[in-house]
Nanobody, 121 residues
Framework: QVQLVESGGGLGQPGGSLGLSCAASGSDFTINTMGWYRQAPGKQRELVAAVTLGGSTSYTDSVKGRFTISRDIPKNTGYLQMDSLKPEDTAVYYC???????????????WGQGTLVTVSS
């Protein structure tokens, strides 16, 4: 069973930076796509950024040029570097991973527990 544990986040100032990490644990698994989602109060959860096994990345328009997603495949860890923070980036951020596990390459999708990012002066 694959599990995700997030770290990082907290309070950031407008124009500042914060970083998030997402460590996956389990046995005999491969993560295909790792993504970061966020949910602000009163809003739906949205995909912020994603990175594939091949290294392709995608971002929602509101964070392009400010956020950078990356992953360390051997360590099964993903990262989200958030620069030039804005108050509207305030949300609970969730890590998501989907891939295959076990002898039968069973598909899985798992979520992290979520971490709060607050951008305020």
């Amino acid at each position: 069973q694959v599990q995700l544990v997030e770290s990082g986040g907290g309070l950031g100032q407008p124009g500042g930076s914060l970083g998030l990490s997402c460590a996956a644990s389990g046995s005999d698994f491969t993560i295909n796509t790792m993504g970061w989602y966020r949910q602000a109060p009163g809003k739906q959860r949205e995909l912020v950024a994603a990175v594939t096994l091949g290294g392709s990345t995608s971002y929602t328009d509101s964070v392009k040029g400010r956020f950078t997603i990356s992953r360390d495949i051997p360590k099964n860890t993903g990262y989200l570097q958030m620069d030039s923070l804005k108050p509207e980036d305030t949300a609970v951020y969730y890590c998501n991973a989907e891939g295959w596990a076990g002898i039968g390459n069973t598909r899985f999708e798992v979520w992290g527990q979520g971490t709060l990012v607050t951008v305020s002066s």
